[in-house]
């Protein structure tokens, strides 16, 4: 290895960034551009591959950078939870971007450059929080991140693209200043730090009212993660193209959200504090409700892409359950739903815009006898959808079995009723659609003939798919990895 | 030469603004001024150098001593708004040099060069003084100057704004002269210095307390805090974008600066603290200040009187963190102080850019500038970003030492007020970016071309330091605290 561990970790972050200038050169020649964001993509994946070995072999990487504030530095670490969620977004950022160039192209989207320009800095951002090694670097991450996704989520400048730009800026810029950066600032006030660390920062002495609420800030505060109430910008997010919906509000954004939590609940609270916490107690329900309610009002959307949003609310509440279940196993399958999850939702949104470019359709009602013209997307969607569910042979089945797990190492009964209950709506508002697209009448009666959506979309989804399926067999990787956060 | 440098500082300004009329060339004149302050820059960044490693400076002019002769004195605090003051007025020189060119008739150039350095001179000159007089005389040049250099532009409209600021500060003038002649007959004596020491003697006097009243309420005149800020929208709104960038940038900044030096240098703030609820009185106006200006700010449809209704709420800011009364609190003001310059001139400037090139600055006229002006529209948003606060801007360095400032003093309330405030400007920046982006223009204008380097390199210059010094705070965030604790005395 000829580059240090720590210039591996800054490039990670710093190659993304590097592609911007590359793309905004290459504006009048797409193929060249598309090829910049290609490249990075590779080379972001061959670091966070080699940051994993050396992870593996038990190498610290830790850097303190400058200091913004006298005591509080920019620094960055590597621990298992970041390595999973880094790992996770770069590879599905080369899938989606091999999947972006089929769509944006299929679509004859305007003002590409912008589109793969904000979409590196995302991802730049995604890998600051990551590694973050303070709440701190964490936070200017975050912010980033959401500013960075603005002008993809008004991508097509209408009036409704607008509308939802606005929510979606409001909702995340007005829970993270008002509640997380509070949240922030008061930590460093009581704790003296904001420096991740094993077991937490607060000192003993520390009033519990104080840490108490400092909790449901903190949750409240992280809208990434989407509780209830906070969760209307992930539907608002849908008026974005659907590559962004994909990579960025079921992969990127929201898993930035959960994994912030995780982060919060393993190393600043620390699992025995937080098991002591009553509002704990009070944010797991809370956590429950929303994996309910959204489940129920996802029934309700005809609209694909609306159902998915809802869907995907409902899955991040599974995570934060995890983490506010404050045992080993709900920490374990929260972190590894985190990977699961990733790619079995991305296949889903894969498919929805696989649908849109293909044979236009962006309602479910109209999908009936789909499969007929698109049997790849339609096989895919349905093994997708099993990963949502948990049922094997899918990746889904061990997030959802360590969290179930969790909440019976626990003893909370009415959780694991929850989450049983919301895998039947997950089965009901899902497999449906597959199931109607196979062995229901098509909507129109149009001849029947293969159209799929163009192939570097079909290859970006049929390999997702296949990653839920390999998931299933392969996980020994993973589950090491999320037990060593424990460790 | 360097024993002189106090009064070199203030002097050189004052000495060039008669000479712009002798060399009467628009051109050379621009390019003389801009030397002429950048000079002051230079002298000013030599004098925090010597201030930081020596302590503070004192300069007797023409040799007299303190108390019978007037005294320059430069410490952390002043020697800090000097650079500011200085720097920015030499970046927005720059631009001045193509943007008055639209905006003012080319007979007034020299006209506007000569005021803008008397205004410069007397900013210095009120910074680096350490006699209560010769403060007020400063005052009055840069505020003649700036009454001149906010009616010189072709807006009719300018007039009235002028006068209206004219009329308020004419008798925030008076109240602090009123407030310095009250002293004088107290104690006998004018340098700040000699005041403090001679004051506690008379601390019980009534005179003393009215002169205080006096003084405060003419300054919170000059500063524009709410509800003393009306002169302030009209002036900005209507005055030609170059005034506008350094007037906001520096002259309610130096009110600030006097607010703060009568406070805690000449009066005291055991004396502050038994005479007048002023804390109080501060946290109320400031915050009131912060959320009424912050909310006009929103629906304006002039996009200087939108950010001019954001600097009344600034200045909330900065009386707020006077209004805590602790070290820390004192910090964050010094911070905004700083900070808040650099958001102001970029913005103001990229404005100006944007009237150069459309000659409007109505908000709907903004429409699909994205594409058109591209860099000049991010440097709006980027100033913008850093009025809301957004991390790795100087915004956000001033609302985390506030936010810490207030929660060390238990005002959990106010630190949550001040975050959902930030809110608010969030609103009224995003009303911007959505006409720049998102609305498309009504008229097609082709001949619209993105500003001259001439005047995006200032602007960038601006936005860098904006990111720059949120990112590197060891300037700002040291000075700051090194100022707050002096001026609490402890060393």
């Given amino acids: 290895m000829w580059l240090a561990p720590e210039t591996l970790l800054i490039l990670t972050i710093l190659v993304p960034l590097f592609a911007v200038p590359g793309i905004i050169a290459a504006n009048r020649f797409p193929n060249r551009r598309e090829g910049v964001t290609i490249t990075a993509s590779i080379i972001l994946i061959y670091l966070v591959t080699t940051l994993y070995g050396l992870v593996q072999n038990g190498t610290s990487i830790a850097i303190k950078g400058p200091a913004l504030f006298p005591g509080l530095h920019l620094s960055f670490e590597i621990e298992p939870l970041g390595m999973i ?80 730009g606005r929510v979606y800026l409001g909702v995340l810029l007005s829970t993270s200043v008002l509640f997380l950066l509070l949240a922030i600032i008061a930590t460093w006030y009581t704790a003296g730090t904001v420096e991740f660390q094993k077991g937490g920062v607060f000192p003993p002495e520390t009033a519990p009212i104080i840490t108490g609420t400092l909790l449901v800030l903190y949750i409240f505060g992280i809208g990434k993660a989407a509780i209830m109430p906070f969760h209307r910008w992930l539907p608002a997010a849908m008026v974005a193209p659907t590559p962004v919906s994909a990579l960025l509000h079921a992969v990127a954004v929201v898993k930035a959200g959960v994994f912030s939590v995780l982060k919060v609940c393993v190393y600043i609270f620390g699992l025995d504090l937080l098991r002591t916490l009553p509002s704990a107690e009070f944010m797991l329900y809370l956590a429950a409700a929303t994996v309910l309610l959204a489940s129920i009002v996802a029934m309700r959307q005809d609209n694909l892409k609306a159902r998915l949003a809802y869907s995907t609310v409902s899955q ?18 929260g972190a590894m739903h985190i990977a699961m999850h990733a790619f079995g939702k991305i296949t889903l949104f894969f498919c929805a815009g696989a649908i849109m470019v293909a044979a236009h359709k962006t309602e479910i009602s109209d999908m009936r006898g789909l499969g007929k013209t698109m049997p790849i997307t339609m096989i895919a969607f349905f093994i997708g959808s099993l990963s949502i569910i948990g049922l094997p042979p899918t990746g889904g089945t061990w997030g959802k079995w360590f969290i179930m797990t969790g909440a019976f190492d626990a003893g909370k009964w009415t959780i694991m009723i929850v989450l049983m209950l919301s895998s039947l709506l997950n089965i009901a508002y899902l497999l449906p659609i597959p199931l109607r697209a196979f ?49 | 030469m360097t024993a002189h440098l106090p009064i070199l500082q203030v002097i050189i300004p004052l000495l060039a603004a008669p000479l712009c009329l002798f060399i009467r060339i628009p051109r050379i004149v621009g390019i003389f001024a801009i030397l002429v302050s950048a000079t002051a820059f230079l002298i000013s960044c030599g004098l925090l150098q010597e201030v930081i490693t020596g302590g503070t400076l004192s300069y007797q002019l023409g040799g007299w001593a303190a108390p019978w002769g007037i005294e320059y004195r430069i410490d952390k605090l002043n020697g800090y708004l000097l650079l500011l003051v200085s720097g920015i007025s030499t970046i927005v020189l ?20 000569t005021a803008y350095l008397l205004c410069l001179t007397g900013l210095l000159g009120i910074l680096a003084t350490a006699d209560a007089f010769n403060l007020f005389v400063f005052l009055e040049i840069s505020a003649l100057s700036s009454y001149t250099l906010i009616a010189i532009g072709t807006d009719r ?13 004419t008798i925030g003038a008076t109240f602090i002269i009123i407030g310095v002649g009250l002293m004088y007959m107290m104690t006998g004596t004018l340098n700040m210095y000699d005041l403090a020491e001679r004051l506690p003697a008379v601390y019980e006097s009534k005179t003393v307390l009215s002169a205080f009243g006096f003084f405060i309420v003419g300054v919170c005149l000059k500063l524009a805090l709410f509800p003393l800020h009306l002169w302030l929208p009209n002036a900005y709104a209507y005055a030609p974008s170059i005034t506008t960038a350094f007037l906001a940038a520096t002259s309610t900044k130096v009110a600030v600066y006097v607010l703060i030096r009568y406070i805690f240098s000449i009066f005291g703030i055991e004396f502050v603290d038994m005479s007048l609820p002023l804390g109080d009185i501060f946290l109320f106006l400031g915050l009131t200040g912060i959320f009424v200006a912050s909310v006009a700010a929103i629906y304006q449809l002039n996009i200087k009187r939108l950010f001019a209704y954001s600097s009344v709420a600034q200045i909330g800011y900065i009386i707020l963190g006077l209004a805590i009364g602790t070290e820390l609190g004192l910090t964050a003001t010094l911070l905004h102080l700083f900070n808040h310059a650099l958001m102001k001139a970029a913005i103001f400037l990229a404005i100006g850019a944007v009237v150069y090139r459309i000659g409007s600055a109505q908000l709907s006229h903004y429409a699909g500038l994205g594409k058109k002006m591209p860099w000049t529209m991010a440097a709006i948003v980027a100033g913008g970003l850093s009025l809301i606060g957004v991390p790795l801007t100087v915004g956000f360095v001033s609302k985390w030492y506030l936010v810490v400032a207030l929660l060390d003093k238990g005002w959990w309330p106010v630190a949550v007020l001040v975050l959902i405030s930030s809110l608010i400007a969030v609103i009224y920046v995003w009303r911007v970016v959505e006409w720049i982006y998102l609305t498309p223009p009504r008229i097609i204008t082709d001949e619209i071309k993105e500003a001259p380097m001439s005047q995006l390199i200032p602007i960038w210059i601006l936005v860098l330091a904006n990111i720059y010094f949120g990112v590197d705070t060891r300037l700002t965030v040291g000075v700051s605290k090194l100022a707050a604790q002096s001026l609490f005395g402890v060393n």
């Fill in chain 1, 85 to 164: 969620f880094s790992l996770v977004a770069g590879f599905l950022w080369l899938v989606t971007t091999v999947y972006a160039i089929g769509y944006m192209r299929g679509h004859h989207e305007k003002n590409q450059t912008r589109f793969y320009s904000c979409f590196a800095i995302a991802i730049s951002s995604v890998m600051g929080i990551a590694y973050a090694g303070n709440l701190f670097t964490l936070f200017i991450f975050y912010e980033v991140l959401t500013l960075s996704t603005y002008p993809l989520v008004t991508h097509s400048g209408t009036p409704k693209a607008k509308e939802g």
């Fill in chain 1, 316 to 333: 991040l509440g599974y995570i934060t359950i995890g983490a506010l279940l404050a045992t080993n196993a709900g920490i374990v399958g």
């Fill in chain 1, 439 to 487: 062995f229901s009448k098509q909507a129109y009666g149009k001849p029947v003939q293969i159209k799929e959506a163009p192939l570097p979309s079909l290859l970006a989804l049929s390999f997702t798919a296949l990653g839920c399926i390999f998931l299933f067999f392969y996980t020994q990787p993973l589950y090491e990895l999320a037990s060593a956060i424990l460790q």
């Fill in chain 2, 94 to 113: 720059v631009a001045a040099q193509t943007s008055i060119s639209k905006e003012l008739p080319e007979n007034r150039h020299t006209f506007f060069y």
């Fill in chain 2, 157 to 169: 409209r300018a007039l009235t704004a002028s006068y209206q600021y004219l009329v308020m500060g």
